[in-house]
């Protein structure tokens, strides 16, 4: 069965030329106006991936995309008409998976959407041999990260930046390096990859698992244990 695709977006001509592009590309879709229609949408559909306008009626796209981290890891690219690098860079560290900026060729999101779908594809695709760094465990077959058996609250993005660094503990990947595993078809800054470990070092930190990302001055970062 075909990716579901939901559009969520207040513009009704713009809501309609994405859903008819998605169709041509052989997406199933489904639509919502408004923030809250949004997460209603997401709860009965479970769509494959959201394409979420930020500038929504009630409540925000940011706001959605909060409580869609918060109960799940569905992949969700930002629609928005604010070009400015941080607002690029607060959805991201929110857990958007890319954004586009409006005003966009409909073409260029249908390929950002393949982009990103198949980056979570690949995710299912890589080896089964869950990678061990100290007591951090990342099963890329499941995709969860846990420490100490308990498992990390991860976004997609930070998963596959911690699994890349999980492949060789002890090397020191530069920024450029991450962000073309995590984000190879997007054209988002390299200073996202800071905003996405942040995050992700404040959750090892949490469990008890500080220590193990480490910042590579001049470099990027390395994933090691302590020993």
């Known amino acids: ?9 207040d513009e009704p001509q713009l809501a309609e ?33 959201i394409l979420l306008d930020v500038m929504l009626p009630g409540r925000s796209g940011l706001d959605v ?20 690098e941080t607002d690029q860079i607060v959805g991201l560290e929110l857990g958007a998976d890319d954004y586009v900026v409006k005003p966009f060729r409909p073409r260029e999101v249908m390929a950002r ?32 990260a846990r420490v100490h058996g308990e498992t990390l609250s991860l976004t997609p993005a930070e998963f596959r930046l911690l699994s890349q660094l999980a492949e060789a503990p002890g090397r020191a990947y530069t920024r450029e390096e991450l962000l073309a595993a995590a984000l190879p078809d997007s054209d988002a800054l390299e200073r996202v990859v800071d905003a ?7 959750k090892l930190d ?22």
């Open 1 to 9: 069965m075909s990716a579901l695709i939901l559009i969520v977006e």
């Open 65 to 84: 995309l909060k409580t869609v981290r918060a109960e799940g890891g569905t992949p969700v690219i930002l629609v928005t008409a604010r070009a400015e």
């Open 17 to 49: 030329v994405l859903e008819a592009y998605a169709r041509q590309e052989g997406y199933r879709t489904e639509r919502a106006a408004d923030g809250n229609a949004a997460l209603t949408a997401y709860r009965a559909a479970s769509p494959d991936l």
């Open 196 to 202: 996405h470990l942040a995050s992700v070092r404040r």
């Open 113 to 144: 959407v393949k982009a990103v779908l198949r980056r979570a594809t690949a995710l299912l695709d890589d080896a089964d041999r869950p990678l061990r760094v100290g007591p951090l465990e990342v099963d890329r077959r499941a995709v969860v």
């Open 206 to 227: 949490a469990a008890r698992a500080g220590g193990l990302l480490h910042t590579v001055r001049g470099v990027g970062y390395r994933l090691e244990a302590a020993g």
